[in-house]
C-alpha cells in the first residue's frame, strides 16, 4: 500500500484544514489507518485512527472535539478535518495504514501544518 498526503499548509490559530490520505496499491487489504504528526524533537504521537468499517474511531485527548478522521473507502482516501488550530498543533502530519496478512504497515512522505498565533 502507498499513501500520499495533502492539505497542509500555513494558518492562523481558530482556523480549519483538511488534509488528505490517498491510498493506493492492495487497498482491498488495510485494515486501519491513521494520522500522526512529529514536532522537531518530539517523538511520533497518534492523533486519530479508524478501521475499516469506517465508524470506529479514536482521538488523541489533546485533539478531542477539534479534529474529526473519516475514510471514503470508494475513494481509497482517509482525511483529517482539524478544526479551531492551535499553536501547539502544528507538525509534520503523517499518514499511516496497517494492512496485508502478516501485517504491514506503510507510511506517507509527511504534510507540513504551521498554525500562527
Known amino acids: 500500500v502507498q499513501l500520499v498526503e495533502s492539505g497542509g499548509g500555513l494558518v492562523q490559530a481558530g482556523d480549519s484544514l483538511r488534509l488528505s490520505c490517498a491510498a493506493s496499491g492492495s487497498t482491498f487489504s488495510i485494515k486501519a489507518m491513521g494520522w500522526y504528526r512529529q514536532a522537531p524533537g518530539n517523538q511520533r504521537e497518534l492523533v486519530a485512527a479508524?478501521?475499516?468499517?469506517?465508524?470506529?474511531?479514536t482521538y488523541a485527548d489533546s485533539v478531542k472535539g477539534r479534529f474529526t478522521i473519516s475514510r471514503d473507502n470508494a475513494k481509497n482516501t482517509m482525511y483529517l478535518q482539524m478544526n479551531n488550530l492551535k499553536p501547539e498543533d502544528t507538525s509534520v502530519y503523517y499518514c499511516n495504514a496497517d494492512w496485508g496478512t502478516p501485517r504491514r504497515s506503510s507510511w506517507g512522505q509527511g504534510t507540513q501544518v504551521t498554525v500562527s498565533s
Open positions: 479508524i478501521l475499516s468499517d469506517g465508524r470506529s474511531t
